[in-house]
């Protein structure tokens, strides 16, 4: 069973920048998209960014376009770089591999989530 590990969350100011990463280990995801998703208190989870498994294709939500960018290496990690970051960006950060897709019911595999606090 495959497993995806979520690092890089923290505390950063309003403007700031911050970098996730996502792993995988057990099993291999390479030939699957892989994608970045949010979700803050009291809100459902939304669709952040996606990347192809040949790591072109990429795809952001309108509220994150020119500040965050999504990517892949050949070992698998895929990272969300993250500047100009706004309060609204708050939340737990989820990556997971699927289906390129924006949706959630696209993909199959999640990581436990990382903490993101933007605070002004």
């Known amino acids: 069973q495959g497993q995806l590990v979520e690092s890089g969350g923290g505390l950063v100011q309003a403007g700031g920048s911050l970098g996730l990463s996502c792993a995988a280990s057990?099993?291999?995801?390479?030939?699957?998209?892989m994608a970045w998703f949010r979700q803050a208190p009291g809100k459902e989870r939304e669709f952040v960014a996606t990347?192809?498994?040949?790591?072109?294709?990429p795809r952001y939500a309108d509220s994150v376009k020119g500040r965050f960018t999504i990517s892949r290496d050949n070992a698998g990690t895929m990272y969300l770089q993250m500047n100009n970051l706004k309060l609204e960006d708050t939340a737990v950060y989820y990556c997971?591999?699927?289906?390129?897709?924006?949706?959630?019911?696209?993909?199959?595999?999640w990581g436990q989530g990382t903490q993101v606090t933007v605070s002004s």
């Open positions: 990347i192809a498994w040949t790591g072109g294709s």
């Open positions: 057990g099993r291999t995801f390479s030939r699957n998209a």
């Open positions: 997971a591999s699927g289906r390129y897709s924006t949706r959630v019911t696209d993909y199959e595999f």
